[in-house]
């Protein structure tokens, strides 16, 4: 996929993964990150050049396209952007925001760090790695389904992550009231 896949795609693939092995794609150079499976040789400027003109060629209708300058980490856009050219260019999208892959795994790391009890502070070091202003960091944050919270008595800001669909692993069993349900019917024919 062009050195770079949404780890959602591949979600119960990766769960199968053993350690040794997830080890081993790491020496040969495969990050599995926490949104993205990916290849950084691939995030290099002549690799992403590479797939633009790859794009380019097979997309050659497509001439709308807009590439990202050479450095920037993060893009804010009003403008609706083609998201799939936007990855093979290596930006993941948070709705008008465009982030670097590496540099949002590198957040999600630092976020990791600087998480205790399930709540974490914002520090100027996260801010600068994205390369946005602050106002543009919350939303972003929101985005990735981390909320703000204030502790009333101090007014300390923290953040915590509050997905927006929590997995239910208990599956509930409805009993239909409908009595004259034909498979209920049917389910009660015994064959001799």
Same mark, same amino acid.
């Given at each position: 996929n062009n050195g770079i896949i949404k780890r959602e795609l591949v979600s119960e693939i990766i769960k199968n993964i053993s350690k040794e092995?997830?080890?081993? *794609?790491?020496?040969?150079?495969?990050? #599995?990150?926490?949104?993205? #499976?990916?290849?950084?040789?691939?995030?290099?400027?002549?690799?992403?050049?590479l797939r633009i003109n790859l794009w380019k060629i097979y997309f050659q209708e497509n001439k709308e396209t807009t590439i990202p300058k050479s450095g920037l980490n993060f893009l804010h856009d009003q403008m609706k952007?083609?998201?799939?050219?936007?990855?093979i260019c290596g930006f993941e999208n948070f709705d008008n925001f465009y982030i670097r892959v590496d540099i949002l795994e590198r957040l999600?790391?630092? #976020?990791?760090?600087?998480?205790k009890d399930g709540k974490f502070k914002i520090d100027s070091d996260?801010?600068? *790695? #994205?390369?946005? =202003?602050?106002? =543009?960091?919350f939303?972003? *944050?929101e985005l990735m389904q981390y909320k703000r919270k204030i502790i009333k008595?101090?007014?300390?800001?923290?953040?915590?992550?509050?997905?927006?669909?929590?997995? =239910?692993?208990?599956?509930?069993?409805?009993?239909?009231?409908?009595?004259? =349900?034909?498979?209920?019917?049917l389910a009660e024919l015994r064959f001799r």
């Open positions: 092995n997830r080890a081993n *794609l790491r020496k040969t150079g495969v990050k #599995i990150g926490r949104y993205h #499976i990916f290849l950084p040789k691939m995030l290099k400027p002549d690799a992403v050049n952007k083609n998201k799939k050219f936007l990855l999600f790391l630092k #976020i990791i760090e600087s998480t996260m801010i600068n *790695l #994205i390369g946005c =202003n602050k106002e =543009n960091f939303k972003l *944050l008595y101090n007014k300390e800001e923290f953040f915590v992550y509050e997905p927006k669909y929590k997995k =239910n692993n208990k599956r509930k069993i409805v009993k239909k009231l409908n009595e004259n =349900n034909p498979f209920d019917k």
